[in-house]
Protein backbone atom coordinates (compact mmCIF):
# COMPACT_ATOMS: atom_id res chain seq x y z
CA UNK A 1 0.00 0.00 0.00
CA UNK A 2 2.59 2.63 0.78
CA UNK A 3 4.92 1.86 -2.72
CA UNK A 4 1.59 2.01 -4.18
CA UNK A 5 0.99 6.00 -2.69
CA UNK A 6 4.24 6.79 -3.42
CA UNK A 7 4.50 5.37 -6.79
CA UNK A 8 1.38 7.50 -6.91
CA UNK A 9 2.83 10.76 -5.82
CA UNK A 10 5.59 10.67 -7.99
CA UNK A 11 3.47 9.83 -11.06
CA UNK A 12 1.07 13.21 -10.13
CA UNK A 13 3.60 15.11 -9.47
CA UNK A 14 5.04 14.34 -13.15
CA UNK A 15 2.04 15.38 -14.41
CA UNK A 16 1.73 18.63 -12.57
CA UNK A 17 5.43 19.46 -13.65
CA UNK A 18 4.09 18.78 -17.34
CA UNK A 19 0.86 20.21 -17.46
CA UNK A 20 1.99 23.20 -15.26
CA UNK A 21 5.04 24.01 -18.09
CA UNK A 22 3.21 23.30 -20.93
CA UNK A 23 0.60 25.52 -19.59
CA UNK A 24 3.11 28.51 -19.32
CA UNK A 25 4.89 27.19 -22.23
CA UNK A 26 1.85 28.21 -24.67
CA UNK A 27 1.22 31.06 -22.78
CA UNK A 28 4.52 32.36 -23.45
CA UNK A 29 4.55 31.69 -26.83
CA UNK A 30 0.97 33.18 -27.92
CA UNK A 31 1.65 36.49 -25.84
CA UNK A 32 5.25 37.30 -27.39
CA UNK A 33 3.50 36.93 -30.67
CA UNK A 34 2.03 40.03 -32.39
CA UNK A 35 -1.65 39.04 -31.69
CA UNK A 36 -2.90 39.50 -27.86
CA UNK A 37 -4.99 36.63 -27.40
CA UNK A 38 -4.15 32.91 -26.13
CA UNK A 39 -4.61 29.87 -28.28
CA UNK A 40 -6.44 27.82 -24.76
CA UNK A 41 -9.03 28.15 -22.68
CA UNK A 42 -6.73 29.69 -19.45
CA UNK A 43 -9.37 29.42 -17.16
CA UNK A 44 -9.87 25.38 -18.00
CA UNK A 45 -5.50 25.46 -16.93
CA UNK A 46 -6.53 26.41 -14.10
CA UNK A 47 -9.35 24.04 -13.39
CA UNK A 48 -6.83 20.79 -14.54
CA UNK A 49 -4.10 22.25 -12.34
CA UNK A 50 -6.06 22.61 -9.66
CA UNK A 51 -7.87 18.72 -9.81
CA UNK A 52 -4.18 17.33 -9.94
CA UNK A 53 -3.54 19.25 -6.83
CA UNK A 54 -6.47 18.22 -4.74
CA UNK A 55 -5.43 14.35 -5.63
CA UNK A 56 -2.26 14.99 -4.68
CA UNK A 57 -2.91 16.24 -1.73
CA UNK A 58 -5.75 13.39 -0.90
CA UNK A 59 -2.61 11.10 -1.66
CA UNK A 60 -0.77 12.80 0.65
CA UNK A 61 -3.36 12.39 3.45
CA UNK A 62 -3.79 9.00 2.66
CA UNK A 63 -0.39 8.88 3.51
CA UNK A 64 0.04 9.98 6.81
CA UNK A 65 -3.04 7.62 8.08
CA UNK A 66 -0.70 5.01 7.72
CA UNK A 67 1.71 6.37 10.07
CA UNK A 68 4.39 7.18 7.63
CA UNK A 69 7.23 9.16 8.81
CA UNK A 70 8.16 12.14 6.81
CA UNK A 71 10.78 14.47 6.37
CA UNK A 72 9.31 17.15 4.96
CA UNK A 73 5.55 19.05 5.05
CA UNK A 74 4.32 17.71 1.78
CA UNK A 75 0.89 19.54 1.93
CA UNK A 76 2.46 22.70 2.67
CA UNK A 77 4.43 22.18 -0.12
CA UNK A 78 1.33 21.98 -2.28
CA UNK A 79 -0.02 24.82 -0.80
CA UNK A 80 3.04 26.59 -1.90
CA UNK A 81 3.26 25.04 -5.26
CA UNK A 82 -0.68 26.37 -5.78
CA UNK A 83 -0.41 29.55 -4.62
CA UNK A 84 2.97 30.38 -7.37
CA UNK A 85 1.06 29.18 -10.04
CA UNK A 86 -1.88 30.86 -9.17
CA UNK A 87 0.32 34.12 -9.28
CA UNK A 88 1.60 33.16 -12.71
CA UNK A 89 -2.10 32.61 -14.01
CA UNK A 90 -3.09 35.66 -12.20
CA UNK A 91 -0.23 38.08 -13.94
CA UNK A 92 -1.06 36.18 -17.81
CA UNK A 93 -4.96 37.36 -17.44
CA UNK A 94 -2.89 40.76 -15.80
CA UNK A 95 -0.42 41.19 -19.18
CA UNK A 96 -2.97 39.97 -21.72
CA UNK A 97 -5.42 42.85 -20.57
CA UNK A 98 -2.20 45.27 -20.76
CA UNK A 99 -1.31 44.11 -24.28
CA UNK A 100 -5.02 44.33 -25.64
CA UNK A 101 -4.56 47.97 -23.78
CA UNK A 102 -1.48 48.64 -26.05
CA UNK A 103 1.63 47.99 -23.49
CA UNK A 104 3.05 45.02 -25.34
CA UNK A 105 6.45 45.60 -23.91
CA UNK A 106 5.23 46.58 -20.44
CA UNK A 107 3.20 43.00 -20.40
CA UNK A 108 6.05 40.81 -22.14
CA UNK A 109 8.49 42.13 -19.11
CA UNK A 110 5.71 40.87 -16.65
CA UNK A 111 5.89 37.55 -18.46
CA UNK A 112 9.13 37.09 -18.41
CA UNK A 113 9.42 38.12 -14.67
CA UNK A 114 6.71 36.04 -13.12
CA UNK A 115 7.57 33.08 -15.74
CA UNK A 116 10.77 33.09 -14.72
CA UNK A 117 10.89 33.41 -11.09
CA UNK A 118 7.86 31.61 -10.30
CA UNK A 119 7.58 28.73 -12.69
CA UNK A 120 11.17 27.79 -13.75
CA UNK A 121 13.04 28.52 -10.29
CA UNK A 122 10.69 28.39 -7.29
CA UNK A 123 8.27 25.20 -8.99
CA UNK A 124 10.28 23.54 -10.62
CA UNK A 125 12.56 23.40 -7.05
CA UNK A 126 9.25 22.63 -4.94
CA UNK A 127 8.54 19.58 -7.18
CA UNK A 128 11.86 18.69 -7.13
CA UNK A 129 12.14 18.37 -3.55
CA UNK A 130 9.11 16.15 -3.31
CA UNK A 131 10.18 13.63 -5.67
CA UNK A 132 13.60 13.37 -3.69
CA UNK A 133 11.48 12.65 -0.94
CA UNK A 134 9.19 10.06 -2.38
CA UNK A 135 11.99 8.12 -3.87
CA UNK A 136 13.61 7.93 -0.21
CA UNK A 137 10.34 6.43 0.52
CA UNK A 138 10.41 4.21 -2.18
CA UNK A 139 13.65 2.46 -1.64
CA UNK A 140 12.66 2.23 2.35
CA UNK A 141 9.57 0.54 1.14
CA UNK A 142 12.06 -1.91 -1.25
CA UNK A 143 14.05 -2.87 1.67
CA UNK A 144 10.91 -4.16 3.52
CA UNK A 145 9.50 -6.16 1.05
CA UNK A 146 13.12 -8.04 0.74
CA UNK A 147 13.16 -8.52 4.27
CA UNK A 148 9.26 -9.96 3.80
CA UNK A 149 10.24 -12.51 0.93
CA UNK A 150 13.46 -13.65 3.11
CA UNK A 151 10.92 -14.65 5.74
CA UNK A 152 8.57 -16.57 3.66
CA UNK A 153 11.45 -18.34 2.01
CA UNK A 154 12.79 -19.32 5.75
CA UNK A 155 9.28 -20.48 6.79
CA UNK A 156 9.48 -23.01 3.32
CA UNK A 157 12.54 -23.89 4.45
CA UNK A 158 11.75 -24.65 8.00
CA UNK A 159 8.00 -26.54 7.06
CA UNK A 160 10.64 -28.53 4.60
CA UNK A 161 13.24 -29.29 7.00
CA UNK A 162 9.85 -30.40 9.64
CA UNK A 163 8.78 -32.65 7.03
CA UNK A 164 12.15 -34.58 6.27
CA UNK A 165 12.09 -35.40 10.22
CA UNK A 166 8.63 -36.77 10.46
CA UNK A 167 9.16 -38.36 7.23
CA UNK A 168 12.25 -40.32 8.14
CA UNK A 169 11.02 -41.21 11.74
CA UNK A 170 8.16 -42.55 10.27
CA UNK A 171 10.11 -44.67 7.84
CA UNK A 172 12.61 -45.89 10.99
CA UNK A 173 9.96 -47.22 12.22
CA UNK A 174 8.32 -49.47 9.75
CA UNK A 175 11.56 -50.06 7.80
CA UNK A 176 11.74 -53.31 8.63
CA UNK A 177 7.76 -54.18 7.47
CA UNK A 178 7.45 -52.50 4.07
CA UNK A 179 11.26 -51.69 2.20
CA UNK A 180 9.99 -50.99 -0.53
CA UNK A 181 7.64 -48.34 0.22
CA UNK A 182 9.84 -47.05 2.61
CA UNK A 183 12.55 -46.60 -0.52
CA UNK A 184 9.89 -44.62 -2.36
CA UNK A 185 9.23 -42.11 0.08
CA UNK A 186 13.12 -41.83 0.64
CA UNK A 187 13.32 -40.96 -2.84
CA UNK A 188 10.68 -38.82 -2.68
CA UNK A 189 11.68 -36.79 -0.19
CA UNK A 190 14.96 -36.39 -1.64
CA UNK A 191 13.50 -35.11 -4.98
CA UNK A 192 11.77 -32.33 -2.55
CA UNK A 193 14.34 -31.28 -0.86
CA UNK A 194 16.44 -31.08 -4.37
CA UNK A 195 13.34 -28.90 -5.74
CA UNK A 196 11.36 -31.62 -7.65
CA UNK A 197 7.88 -30.11 -6.35
CA UNK A 198 6.31 -31.74 -9.14
CA UNK A 199 7.28 -35.07 -7.90
CA UNK A 200 3.90 -37.38 -6.39
CA UNK A 201 4.34 -40.13 -4.42
CA UNK A 202 2.15 -43.42 -5.72
CA UNK A 203 -0.65 -43.57 -2.52
CA UNK A 204 -2.69 -46.79 -3.00
CA UNK A 205 -4.81 -47.74 -0.19
CA UNK A 206 -6.05 -46.73 3.61
CA UNK A 207 -2.66 -47.77 5.40
CA UNK A 208 -0.13 -45.76 7.29
CA UNK A 209 1.86 -45.32 3.90
CA UNK A 210 -0.97 -44.43 1.92
CA UNK A 211 -1.56 -41.61 4.01
CA UNK A 212 1.47 -40.66 4.75
CA UNK A 213 2.30 -40.50 1.19
CA UNK A 214 -0.58 -37.95 0.57
CA UNK A 215 0.31 -35.59 3.28
CA UNK A 216 3.98 -35.30 1.51
CA UNK A 217 2.25 -34.72 -1.71
CA UNK A 218 0.04 -31.89 -0.08
CA UNK A 219 2.96 -30.74 1.33
CA UNK A 220 4.68 -30.63 -1.57
CA UNK A 221 1.63 -28.91 -3.37
CA UNK A 222 1.44 -26.35 -1.03
CA UNK A 223 5.70 -25.34 -0.84
CA UNK A 224 5.03 -24.92 -4.71
CA UNK A 225 2.28 -22.80 -4.74
CA UNK A 226 3.91 -20.35 -1.97
CA UNK A 227 6.93 -20.39 -4.10
CA UNK A 228 5.00 -19.41 -7.10
CA UNK A 229 3.70 -17.10 -5.37
CA UNK A 230 6.73 -16.09 -3.74
CA UNK A 231 8.42 -15.54 -7.21
CA UNK A 232 5.41 -13.43 -8.83
CA UNK A 233 5.91 -11.09 -6.15
CA UNK A 234 9.42 -11.00 -5.72
CA UNK A 235 8.98 -10.23 -9.89
CA UNK A 236 6.43 -7.42 -9.65
CA UNK A 237 7.85 -5.64 -7.13
CA UNK A 238 11.38 -5.93 -8.36
CA UNK A 239 9.69 -4.92 -11.94
CA UNK A 240 7.68 -2.03 -10.34
CA UNK A 241 10.75 -0.51 -8.53
CA UNK A 242 12.70 -0.62 -11.40
CA UNK A 243 10.78 1.34 -13.69
CA UNK A 244 9.77 3.54 -10.68
CA UNK A 245 13.25 4.00 -10.37
CA UNK A 246 14.16 4.88 -14.08
CA UNK A 247 11.46 7.52 -13.95
CA UNK A 248 12.70 9.32 -10.80
CA UNK A 249 16.32 9.20 -12.27
CA UNK A 250 14.42 10.74 -15.53
CA UNK A 251 12.75 13.36 -13.63
CA UNK A 252 16.18 13.98 -11.67
CA UNK A 253 18.22 13.94 -14.69
CA UNK A 254 15.59 16.57 -16.41
CA UNK A 255 15.98 18.77 -12.78
CA UNK A 256 19.22 18.65 -12.47
CA UNK A 257 19.75 20.14 -16.11
CA UNK A 258 17.55 22.80 -14.93
CA UNK A 259 19.56 23.41 -12.42
CA UNK A 260 22.70 23.76 -14.59
CA UNK A 261 21.18 25.76 -17.31
CA UNK A 262 20.35 28.17 -14.51
CA UNK A 263 23.55 28.39 -12.95
CA UNK A 264 24.88 29.13 -15.84
CA UNK A 265 22.15 31.76 -17.01
CA UNK A 266 23.07 34.07 -14.32
CA UNK A 267 27.00 33.43 -14.51
CA UNK A 268 26.95 34.70 -17.66
CA UNK A 269 24.58 37.28 -16.84
CA UNK A 270 26.69 38.46 -13.90
CA UNK A 271 29.93 38.41 -16.60
CA UNK A 272 28.51 40.27 -19.43
CA UNK A 273 26.71 42.88 -17.32
CA UNK A 274 29.50 44.29 -15.90
CA UNK A 275 30.95 46.62 -19.09
CA UNK A 276 27.75 48.45 -19.34
CA UNK A 277 26.69 48.99 -15.71
CA UNK A 278 29.97 50.38 -15.58
CA UNK A 279 29.79 52.66 -18.49
CA UNK A 280 26.18 54.15 -16.97
CA UNK A 281 28.15 54.52 -13.73
CA UNK A 282 30.75 56.15 -14.93
CA UNK A 283 28.89 58.63 -17.05
CA UNK A 284 26.63 59.27 -13.86
CA UNK A 285 29.97 59.79 -11.70
CA UNK A 286 31.39 62.51 -14.39
CA UNK A 287 28.17 64.78 -14.42
CA UNK A 288 28.02 64.31 -10.70
CA UNK A 289 31.15 65.65 -10.38
CA UNK A 290 30.94 68.55 -12.87
CA UNK A 291 27.94 70.65 -11.80
CA UNK A 292 28.72 73.14 -13.93
CA UNK A 293 28.56 71.35 -16.89
CA UNK A 294 26.51 72.93 -19.85
CA UNK A 295 23.36 71.72 -20.78
CA UNK A 296 24.68 70.09 -23.86
CA UNK A 297 27.24 67.97 -21.54
CA UNK A 298 24.54 67.04 -19.83
CA UNK A 299 22.37 65.56 -22.26
CA UNK A 300 25.41 64.23 -23.86
CA UNK A 301 26.29 62.15 -21.15
CA UNK A 302 22.43 61.09 -20.89
CA UNK A 303 22.54 59.86 -24.46
CA UNK A 304 25.41 57.78 -23.43
CA UNK A 305 23.61 56.50 -20.20
CA UNK A 306 20.77 56.08 -22.50
CA UNK A 307 22.49 53.93 -25.41
CA UNK A 308 24.00 51.44 -22.65
CA UNK A 309 21.24 51.23 -21.01
CA UNK A 310 19.24 50.30 -24.20
CA UNK A 311 22.01 48.12 -25.16
CA UNK A 312 21.70 46.27 -21.81
CA UNK A 313 18.54 46.08 -22.01
CA UNK A 314 18.52 43.98 -25.33
CA UNK A 315 21.27 41.35 -24.26
CA UNK A 316 19.56 40.98 -21.47
CA UNK A 317 16.52 39.60 -23.55
CA UNK A 318 18.90 38.05 -25.87
CA UNK A 319 19.76 36.05 -23.04
CA UNK A 320 16.59 34.94 -21.31
CA UNK A 321 15.59 33.94 -25.12
CA UNK A 322 18.91 31.76 -25.07
CA UNK A 323 18.00 30.45 -21.99
CA UNK A 324 14.24 29.20 -22.43
CA UNK A 325 15.54 28.20 -25.77
CA UNK A 326 18.14 25.64 -24.33
CA UNK A 327 15.59 24.41 -21.76
CA UNK A 328 13.18 23.95 -24.18
CA UNK A 329 10.61 26.92 -23.87
CA UNK A 330 9.36 27.61 -27.57
CA UNK A 331 8.20 31.43 -27.18
CA UNK A 332 8.41 31.99 -31.10
CA UNK A 333 5.48 33.85 -32.32
CA UNK A 334 4.01 31.85 -35.58
CA UNK A 335 2.83 34.11 -38.33
CA UNK A 336 3.20 34.10 -41.91
CA UNK A 337 5.28 36.23 -43.53
CA UNK A 338 7.71 36.98 -46.50
CA UNK A 339 11.23 36.80 -46.43
CA UNK A 340 12.29 38.25 -49.23
CA UNK A 341 10.23 41.56 -47.50
CA UNK A 342 12.55 41.23 -44.47
CA UNK A 343 15.48 41.22 -46.73
CA UNK A 344 14.78 43.88 -48.31
CA UNK A 345 13.82 45.96 -44.99
CA UNK A 346 17.24 44.79 -43.94
CA UNK A 347 19.13 45.87 -46.36
CA UNK A 348 17.05 49.31 -46.18
CA UNK A 349 18.15 49.55 -42.51
CA UNK A 350 21.46 48.82 -42.18
CA UNK A 351 22.73 50.04 -45.84
CA UNK A 352 23.58 53.17 -44.92
CA UNK A 353 25.85 51.81 -41.35
CA UNK A 354 28.00 50.18 -45.02
CA UNK A 355 27.84 52.74 -46.83
CA UNK A 356 29.16 55.15 -44.17
CA UNK A 357 32.23 52.77 -44.43
CA UNK A 358 32.59 52.96 -47.98
CA UNK A 359 30.91 49.28 -48.35
CA UNK A 360 27.91 48.12 -50.21
CA UNK A 361 25.01 46.24 -49.48
CA UNK A 362 22.42 44.85 -51.56
CA UNK A 363 19.62 41.96 -51.82
CA UNK A 364 21.45 40.20 -54.76
CA UNK A 365 18.71 37.64 -56.22
CA UNK A 366 15.78 36.51 -54.17
CA UNK A 367 12.28 35.38 -55.73
CA UNK A 368 9.09 37.67 -55.68
CA UNK A 369 7.78 36.09 -52.47
CA UNK A 370 9.18 33.35 -50.11
CA UNK A 371 6.37 32.78 -47.48
CA UNK A 372 7.57 31.09 -44.33
CA UNK A 373 5.96 30.41 -40.94
CA UNK A 374 7.60 32.25 -37.60
CA UNK A 375 8.33 35.05 -35.22
CA UNK A 376 8.79 38.74 -37.39
CA UNK A 377 10.85 40.35 -35.13
CA UNK A 378 13.25 37.18 -34.18
CA UNK A 379 14.19 36.72 -38.13
CA UNK A 380 14.94 40.26 -38.09
CA UNK A 381 17.39 40.16 -35.56
CA UNK A 382 18.98 37.01 -37.41
CA UNK A 383 19.50 39.30 -40.75
CA UNK A 384 21.07 42.32 -38.32
CA UNK A 385 23.47 39.66 -36.72
CA UNK A 386 24.31 38.43 -39.47
CA UNK A 387 25.13 41.64 -41.63
CA UNK A 388 26.63 43.48 -38.41
CA UNK A 389 29.06 40.68 -38.00
CA UNK A 390 30.15 41.22 -41.93
CA UNK A 391 30.51 44.96 -41.07
CA UNK A 392 32.19 44.60 -38.16
CA UNK A 393 34.70 41.99 -38.95
CA UNK A 394 36.13 43.25 -42.48
CA UNK A 395 37.58 46.14 -44.41
CA UNK A 396 36.12 49.24 -44.59
CA UNK A 397 35.12 48.61 -48.23
CA UNK A 398 33.41 45.47 -47.58
CA UNK A 399 30.60 44.39 -50.17
CA UNK A 400 27.64 42.44 -48.48
CA UNK A 401 25.43 40.68 -50.64
CA UNK A 402 22.05 39.01 -49.36
CA UNK A 403 20.66 36.17 -51.85
CA UNK A 404 17.26 33.59 -51.46
CA UNK A 405 17.15 30.43 -52.81
CA UNK A 406 14.60 27.52 -53.33
CA UNK A 407 15.70 24.41 -51.88
CA UNK A 408 12.59 22.28 -52.43
CA UNK A 409 10.49 22.32 -49.07
CA UNK A 410 12.79 25.22 -47.56
CA UNK A 411 14.15 28.67 -48.34
CA UNK A 412 17.76 29.02 -47.85
CA UNK A 413 19.16 32.40 -47.10
CA UNK A 414 22.75 33.89 -47.65
CA UNK A 415 24.81 36.37 -46.77
CA UNK A 416 28.13 36.85 -48.84
CA UNK A 417 30.75 38.98 -48.21
CA UNK A 418 34.26 39.83 -49.48
CA UNK A 419 36.37 40.08 -46.29
CA UNK A 420 39.38 38.50 -45.18
CA UNK A 421 36.89 35.29 -44.16
CA UNK A 422 37.25 32.94 -41.28
CA UNK A 423 39.97 30.88 -40.49
CA UNK A 424 38.53 26.80 -41.05
CA UNK A 425 39.14 25.73 -37.49
CA UNK A 426 37.22 28.60 -36.13
CA UNK A 427 34.04 28.41 -38.39
CA UNK A 428 32.28 25.83 -36.26
CA UNK A 429 33.08 27.90 -33.21
CA UNK A 430 31.44 31.09 -34.22
CA UNK A 431 28.39 29.76 -33.04
CA UNK A 432 29.63 29.19 -29.66
CA UNK A 433 28.39 31.91 -26.96
CA UNK A 434 31.10 34.34 -25.87
CA UNK A 435 33.04 33.99 -29.06
CA UNK A 436 34.47 36.86 -30.76
CA UNK A 437 36.19 37.57 -33.82
CA UNK A 438 39.84 39.24 -33.51
CA UNK A 439 39.09 41.92 -36.47
CA UNK A 440 36.60 45.17 -36.29
CA UNK A 441 37.09 48.03 -33.87
CA UNK A 442 33.18 46.54 -31.59
CA UNK A 443 33.24 42.82 -30.80
CA UNK A 444 30.09 43.20 -29.66
CA UNK A 445 28.97 40.54 -26.45
CA UNK A 446 29.93 37.39 -28.07
CA UNK A 447 26.63 36.02 -28.55
CA UNK A 448 24.95 37.15 -31.75
CA UNK A 449 25.87 34.12 -33.70
CA UNK A 450 24.76 31.83 -30.97
CA UNK A 451 21.37 33.78 -30.90
CA UNK A 452 21.28 33.78 -34.69
CA UNK A 453 21.25 29.76 -34.31
CA UNK A 454 18.68 29.06 -31.57
CA UNK A 455 15.89 31.42 -33.46
CA UNK A 456 16.32 29.63 -36.67
CA UNK A 457 16.45 25.91 -34.85
CA UNK A 458 12.94 27.15 -33.13
CA UNK A 459 11.92 27.73 -36.58
CA UNK A 460 12.62 23.91 -37.40
CA UNK A 461 15.40 25.50 -39.51
CA UNK A 462 19.88 25.51 -39.66
CA UNK A 463 22.53 27.77 -39.96
CA UNK A 464 25.96 27.11 -40.41
CA UNK A 465 28.93 28.84 -42.40
CA UNK A 466 30.43 27.51 -45.57
CA UNK A 467 32.97 25.60 -45.26
CA UNK A 468 34.23 25.02 -48.73
CA UNK A 469 34.47 29.04 -49.63
CA UNK A 470 38.73 30.62 -49.48
CA UNK A 471 37.75 34.53 -49.93
CA UNK A 472 35.72 36.13 -47.90
CA UNK A 473 32.90 34.18 -45.74
CA UNK A 474 29.10 33.27 -46.18
CA UNK A 475 26.78 32.52 -43.47
CA UNK A 476 23.62 30.45 -44.86
CA UNK A 477 20.37 29.65 -43.08
CA UNK A 478 17.00 27.23 -43.85
CA UNK A 479 14.07 28.25 -43.09
CA UNK A 480 10.70 25.86 -43.68
CA UNK A 481 8.38 27.14 -46.55
CA UNK A 482 4.88 27.74 -45.35
CA UNK A 483 2.51 24.83 -46.56
CA UNK A 484 0.64 27.60 -48.78
CA UNK A 485 3.31 28.31 -50.39
CA UNK A 486 4.62 24.24 -50.38
CA UNK A 487 1.23 23.51 -51.56
CA UNK A 488 2.28 25.63 -54.81
Known sequence: MKMQLAHSEVTGYYELSSVVF???????????GDKAELS????????????????????????????????????????????????ALSEVNRSLGMMQSGFKEEARALLDDSFTERIDIQVAELIKR????????????????????????????VFAGIAVVLAISVAYFVSIRHPRRIQALNSAIERFANGDLDHRIEARGRDEFSRMAGNLNSMAAELKRQKEAASAVTATLESTVKNRTQELEAINRALQSRDQLRTQFFTDLGHELRTPITIIRGEAEVALRLPDSSPDNL????????????????????????????S????????????????????????????????????????DAALVVGDRTRLGRVLSIVISNALDHSQPNVAIKLTIEDVGTAWKVGCHDDGPGIRD????????RFVRGPRGSNPGSGIGLALAQAIICAHGGRIWVDPEQRHGTTVFFTLPKSKKMDGI
Open 22 to 32: RVFKHARRDLM
Open 40 to 87: FDLLQAEVDIDAILTELRQIERSERALDTPYQIDELEILEQISRQVHL
Open 130 to 157: VIAHEESVLEQTQGAVQHATRQTMLISA
Open 299 to 326: RQALNRVENAAAGLSDFVADMFFLARQK
Open 328 to 367: GIDDIAQSELDLTVLCQNAVQQMKTLAESDRGSLELQSAP
Open 425 to 432: DEKQLVFE
